[in-house]
Nanobody
Framework: QVQLVESGGGLVQAGGSLRLSCAAS????????MGWFRQAPGKERGFVAA????????YYADSVKGRFTISRDNAKNTVYLQMNSLKPEDTAVYYC????????????????WGQGTQVTVSS
């Protein structure tokens, strides 16, 4: 398994931007599909974005499409989430997720989770 550590969360005004990073330790990072999920108070953890281990187009939740971009740097064992045009409804704890040889889309298939990073968007 890989261990995941997120960073980059914080407080931002509506319309602003943040970039989250997730550093993975362990071998074979390139064999993991990587994703981001988020959980707002009183809500279930939900899918945000993911990128497959073998490349191809990333995929996004409809609520963030066109505003968020996921990318990965296999040389640095890191996955990123660039978040633009942030809205108050994006406020949540954001979790990085790893799914070996998988899509990183289904929560019950995730092998490793990060500890989460708080993103707060003020209106």
């Amino acid at each position: 398994q890989v261990q995941l550590v997120e960073s980059g969360g914080g407080l931002v005004q509506a319309g602003g931007s943040l970039r989250l990073s997730c550093a993975a330790s362990g071998r074979s990072f390139s064999s993991y599909g990587m994703g981001w999920f988020r959980q707002a108070p009183g809500k279930e953890r939900g899918f945000v974005a993911a990128i497959r281990w073998r490349g191809g187009s990333p995929y996004y939740a409809d609520s963030v499409k066109g505003r968020f971009t996921i990318s990965r740097d296999n040389a640095k064992n890191t996955v990123y989430l660039q978040m633009n045009s942030l809205k108050p409804e994006d406020t949540a704890v954001y979790y990085c997720a790893a799914d070996r040889y998988g899509s990183a889309y289904y929560p019950n298939e995730i092998e490793s989770w990060g500890q989460g990073t708080q993103v707060t968007v003020s209106s």
